[in-house]
């Protein structure tokens, strides 16, 4: 028999009989009516687990993981504000029912029914997941089920204290806030669980406000794997700067107090503690799990003697808040509510086509009040005697600097993060002086973890403000990938657009360095960006246009709330010259900061009809020294630089080509997963021309003198475009 029946039936049978577990006494500030509500809030969680289990066999929902055995985590929301975001564990539908009667207006059992039938109705993720979250009730939506949702708490709980300095247009959070984040015991031993964790009291140790509570439910198991007794605590309870408190989630008297004192502990103190609460896991862990695959009948029904309903009962009986005819009536009362609501949820229209699935990818565009730019006067305190050299052609570095430098003047909003962003100013000197400019908080050292980096800047992003992180090198990205495909990318799919997290990530990478080299520090594959739906993946290619294009890509987080990844490519970085040594060709003027290359732009260089060559970044730089070489040969050659890795500029690339006779393809990324590939295809399909690419080799790079030798180079493009044009002459 499904384990969901014989618990109700046990705790039918239980009430009536008075056979009520044995505990605690009620104590505490919880009043009878508040107590009477959070029982409530657990019959109705009870009642929703019953149905959607229903649901599922009936053909009507697809898929659950059941609250049931955390009906106290409604007591820590109790304890809580509305407007204290809170990033939930997938088993807290009683934290969000219970937060939706402190909001008027909320219709919470039908909305979660709606998102149980993957209803297009359903009002967080319109259809597109069964899962918690609410605008309204300031719970951003969570799929996560392996603690990636733990960074993003951090930069939610950092961005309360900037956003008091510098208020962002779009801020979401009081002053005063705190933010919740839970999880479950098993979770908490991810290596991103641990790392937000670090990172919270790595922060609070030096004194930086850091007002995050950590909530463990400890239900001592992980799908079959359990945890070892006493585990939690002994990892948790004696952690420099992270406030521990403990309490017993089947007690709803017990369970409010110590949440009440945590979150009093979070709120005042702006440091973070750890409430650690016992709970039962009814039902197994989701779907058609069956418990007794991996634990004994015995151990099942122990837990099931557990189950918090029983033990709210008895409390509330002994605290003369409610008899148990009260309670059984109540209990009978929402599961027959439920079932009526049910009936109507089932029958709400669903997604059906790609482009109602994909609607909601990308964000909706957001006002933002009118800017005219960095004011003289500051740019002229900010800059310095840089305003003169500006005068004269730069290195791309430095143009970035610059841009970064204009766009923090212009929008107060912008933070940037990363490791060695300030004192040092990044390991190739890009973001030198902006610490002096603009100070600390918005110019963040952080610890070396690239998962609390970016989800830093996520959760900066809920509040209104505009992050700029930076990962040192694009193979560092790897560490922490889910953190942009897991969480960023899927906010708003999952939210409807309803929650967004823009920024521009900068990743120094690519390959062609000569002196600093191997495969973490020359990485030639952003295969698994240019795979995530809905970000934005720009790559310059000399200072001028880096400028504008940060630019850019500042614009799109900003007015778009996009998620954009500006890949700089490091070799380009000190790059000078062009053709000859000391020709200081590839220098360029800063451009006014009025100037952008939008989105979906190219740039042509040349305008020869024999053959067009189509790249980027190092393989551009390369190209343009081949294109004088092929013209004096006879092979008159068009040069355009794509900016835009993905999505691909398609149709101005199409126009660029013109009347060229056959096109070129040079790409510096490998030839399996490289970007070459989605451009061939573009090519082929949409133009009648001859199309050729030539890319790297399927290997790593090394170091030593053969840094480049698995990838382009002038002579091989050379003989790449003679080929071409020479087979179809």
Same mark, same amino acid.
């Given at each position: 028999m499904d384990r969901s029946v014989i618990v109700h039936e046990n705790f039918l049978r239980r009430v009536a009989a008075g056979d009520l577990p044995a505990g605690a006494s009620p104590a505490g500030p919880l009043a009878p009516d508040q107590a009477v509500q959070l029982y409530r809030s657990g019959c109705l969680t009870r009642a929703l687990d019953i149905t959607s289990r229903k649901m599922q066999a009936a053909g009507e929902g697809f898929y659950t993981i059941g609250s049931s055995g955390h009906e106290g985590m409604a007591a820590v929301a109790a304890a809580l504000r509305p407007t204290d975001m809170a990033f939930l564990h997938y088993r807290d539908a009683a934290f969000q029912i219970e937060r939706a009667n402190q909001v008027p207006g909320q219709s919470i059992t039908r909305d979660m029914l709606l998102s149980f039938a993957c209803s297009a109705d359903d009002p967080i993720s319109g259809g597109r997941h069964k899962v918690l979250g609410s605008k309204a009730l300031t719970i951003p939506p969570q799929t996560s089920t392996i603690a990636s949702h733990l960074p993003k708490a951090v930069g939610a709980a950092y961005s309360i204290g900037l956003a008091k300095r510098v208020r962002p247009e779009h801020a979401v959070l009081p002053d005063d806030a705190i933010v919740m984040c839970s999880f479950g015991d098993a979770s908490a031993n991810h290596s991103t669980a641990q790392g937000a964790i670090n990172t919270s009291c790595w922060t609070a140790f030096q004194k930086v406000p850091m007002p995050v509570l950590w909530v463990c439910e400890d239900n001592g198991i992980g799908i079959s794997t359990r945890t070892p007794s006493g585990w939690i605590a002994a990892n948790f309870s004696r952690r420099p700067d992270l406030g521990y408190f403990a309490c017993d989630g089947l007690d709803i008297y017990e369970t409010y107090r110590v949440a009440c004192d945590a979150a009093e502990y979070v709120r005042k103190r702006r440091k973070p503690a750890f409430l650690h609460i016992r709970t039962v896991r009814l039902y197994g862990h989701a779907g058609a799990d069956v418990q007794t695959a991996y634990m004994t009948k015995a151990e099942v029904e122990a837990d099931e003697a557990n189950d918090p309903l029983l033990h709210s009962v008895r409390l509330l009986g002994e605290a003369g808040a409610l008899s148990t005819g009260e309670a059984l009536a109540i209990y009978e009362e929402t599961l027959a509510r439920v079932e009526r609501v049910r009936g109507e949820a089932v029958t709400r229209p669903r997604l059906r086509t790609a482009s109602e699935v994909m609607a909601s990818l990308i964000p909706p565009r957001r006002a933002n009040a009118p800017s005219n730019g960095p004011s003289a006067e500051a740019r002229a305190e900010a800059f310095g005697p840089d305003l003169k050299a500006m005068e004269s052609p730069q290195i791309m570095s430095r143009c970035i600097n610059w841009a970064l430098t204009d766009l923090m003047l212009e929008h107060r909003e912008i933070a940037l993060m990363g490791e060695d962003v300030g004192a040092k100013?990044?390991?190739?000197?890009?973001?030198?002086?902006?610490?002096?400019?603009?100070?600390? &908080?918005?110019?963040?050292?952080?610890?070396?973890?690239?998962?609390?980096?970016?989800?830093?800047?996520?959760?900066?992003?809920?509040?209104?403000?505009?992050?700029?992180?930076?990962?040192?090198?694009? &193979?560092?990205? %790897?560490? &922490?990938?889910?953190?942009?495909?897991?969480?960023?990318?899927?906010?708003?799919?999952?939210? /409807?657009?309803?929650?967004?997290?823009?920024?521009? +990530?900068?990743?120094?990478?690519?390959?062609?360095?000569?002196?600093?080299?191997?495969?973490? %520090?020359?990485?030639?594959?952003?295969?698994?960006?240019?795979?995530?739906?809905?970000?934005?993946?720009?790559?310059?290619?000399?200072?001028?246009?880096? &400028?504008? @294009?940060?630019?850019?890509?500042?614009?799109?987080?900003?007015?778009?709330?996009?998620?954009?990844?500006?890949?700089?490519?490091?070799? +380009?970085?000190?790059?000078?010259?062009?053709?000859?040594?000391?020709?200081?060709?590839?220098?360029?003027?800063?451009?006014?900061?009025?100037?952008?290359?939008?989105?979906?732009?190219?740039?042509? %260089?040349?305008?020869? /009809?024999?053959?067009?060559?189509?790249?980027?970044?190092?393989? @551009?730089?390369?190209? +343009?020294?081949?294109?004088?070489?092929?013209?004096?040969?006879?092979?008159?050659?068009?040069?355009?630089?794509l900016h835009w890795l993905n999505p691909l500029p398609e149709d101005a690339l199409l126009a660029a080509l013109g009347d060229a006779a056959r096109v070129l393809v040079v790409d510096e990324t490998r030839r399996t997963g490289g970007l070459a590939e989605a451009l061939v295809t573009l090519l082929t399909e949409r133009t009648d021309k001859p199309v050729a690419r030539h890319v790297a080799e399927d290997s790593f790079i090394p170091t030593g003198p053969a840094y480049a030798a698995t990838m382009p180079s002038v002579d091989s493009i050379m003989a790449a475009a003679t080929a071409m044009v020479g087979e179809q002459a």
């Open positions: 100013g990044g390991v190739y000197g890009v973001t030198q002086k902006l610490v002096t400019r603009f100070g600390k &908080a918005r110019v963040i050292d952080t610890l070396l973890d690239e998962q609390s980096i970016l989800g830093l800047a996520l959760g900066m992003a809920h509040n209104g403000l505009i992050p700029v992180p930076e990962i040192q090198f694009l &193979a560092y990205y %790897h560490n &922490a990938e889910d953190q942009i495909r897991g969480e960023g990318a899927t906010l708003p799919f999952f939210s /409807n657009g309803q929650f967004t997290n823009p920024m521009v +990530l900068r990743i120094a990478g690519l390959g062609y360095q000569k002196g600093f080299g191997g495969h973490f %520090h020359n990485d030639n594959s952003f295969a698994a960006l240019r795979d995530v739906p809905g970000v934005i993946l720009c790559c310059p290619s000399n200072g001028a246009d880096a &400028a504008r @294009l940060l630019r850019e890509c500042v614009r799109l987080a900003r007015e778009e709330q996009r998620l954009v990844v500006f890949l700089e490519p490091i070799a +380009l970085y000190p790059m000078r010259d062009l053709h000859e040594p000391g020709d200081g060709l590839w220098l360029r003027p800063y451009p006014d900061p009025s100037e952008r290359i939008a989105l979906g732009e190219v740039t042509t %260089h040349g305008a020869g /009809n024999d053959l067009a060559i189509v790249s980027y970044a190092n393989g @551009l730089h390369l190209s +343009l020294q081949a294109q004088r070489r092929l013209e004096a040969q006879g092979i008159k050659a068009r040069v355009i630089d």
